[in-house]
């Protein structure tokens, strides 16, 4: 906050005070234009909730220190359920193309979450050693495996959520979806879990009785100031308060601190919603003008503004 009782006290005694009221007056006169924006940020942020929607990339039956597979799976199953949440689960097929795969997708199938495709091998589409063509195989590959399932649902989220590093790689992506009826698997809220769970999990690898409560601080804290921060973009954008998508993984650290990451988000006026719900926002129709194309809808729109 700018202090005007400091600014005149120490201007005082000086022999120019009627240039120091000038500038001081100029200076207000700034400050006020500014009014009406922070008026409506601080209203828009304040008083009205902001929305978010769970989503969950790579499930995998890897075991990890701490719990098997199956555990963390029912952990995340049982976290959705009591907040009565429903979510979507972007399966990458290379990693649960067996019968433990199998009945990992299903679990989440019976419980009514939505099952979407992520990509069979996840590979980086921005290389150029990985073309449409290959790009294409891979899409289709992976829609065999999951099309089966009665909540199979065309989405489609890149990996690294890299959408093409060429005009004509990312076109010919969108092109592909439009075909076969998909729509973008779209995250507005990116974040780096995935990074929190590496340094978790490397440290229980080390000594399996480890504390670990500051990884669940660590977690909760980056996701909140991730969600805020695209929140606070996405108002600048578009005028309202969207339908949040954060995107999380199928990792221990969800596992262990997703119910705390929920309550989180409700004392810091977030509403949460199933995903169905927020993919209804028409903020994922856009397709952003943007080469290299990808990372989260909000940034990728206000870098198309530029
Ligand atoms: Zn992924």
């Known amino acids: 906050m700018y202090n005007f009782r400091f600014h005149f006290i120490i201007n005082f005694n000086s022999d120019n005070i009627i240039t120091t009221s000038k500038l001081i007056i100029t200076d207000l006169r700034k400050r006020l234009k500014f009014i009406p924006v922070l008026i409506f940020l601080y209203t828009t942020n304040i008083y009205s909730q902001s929305i978010v929607a769970f989503t969950f990339d790579d499930p995998n039956t890897k075991n990890t220190p701490l719990l098997r597979w199956q555990e963390r799976n029912n952990l995340i199953l049982e976290t959705l359920d009591k907040n009565q949440l429903q979510a979507t689960l972007f399966v990458c097929g290379h990693r649960v193309n067996d019968k433990n795969g199998h009945q990992l997708i299903s679990e989440w199938n019976n419980k009514k979450h939505a099952i979407a495709n992520h990509s069979f091998d996840h ?34 989220r890149f990996p690294y959520l890299k959408e093409g590093n060429t005009l004509d790689k990312r076109d010919s992506a969108r092109a592909l979806m439009k075909h076969y009826f998909y729509k973008p698997g779209y995250v507005s809220i990116d974040a780096s879990d995935w990074y929190i769970d590496k340094l978790l999990m490397d440290t229980l690898g080390e000594n399996p009785s480890a504390e670990i409560k500051v990884y669940k601080k660590l977690y909760i804290d980056h996701i909140l100031e991730r969600a805020n921060f695209y929140d606070s973009l996405a108002t600048l954008l578009t005028g309202r308060k969207i339908k949040h998508i954060l995107l999380l993984h199928h990792n221990l650290i969800s596992a262990l601190f997703l119910n705390d990451l929920i309550r989180a988000f409700k004392n810091n006026n977030w509403n949460t919603i199933s995903s169905s719900d927020a993919r209804e926002d028409t903020i994922y129709n856009e397709f952003p003008n943007i080469v290299p194309a990808g990372e989260s809808i909000i940034w990728a729109l206000a870098k198309s503004c530029r």
Do not use: A, M, Q
């Open 123 to 156: 590979r980086y589409y921005h290389s150029n050693k990985f073309s449409y063509e290959d790009f294409k195989k891979d899409f289709l590959k992976n829609d065999s495996l999951i099309s089966g399932f009665t909540n199979y649902t065309k989405l489609f």
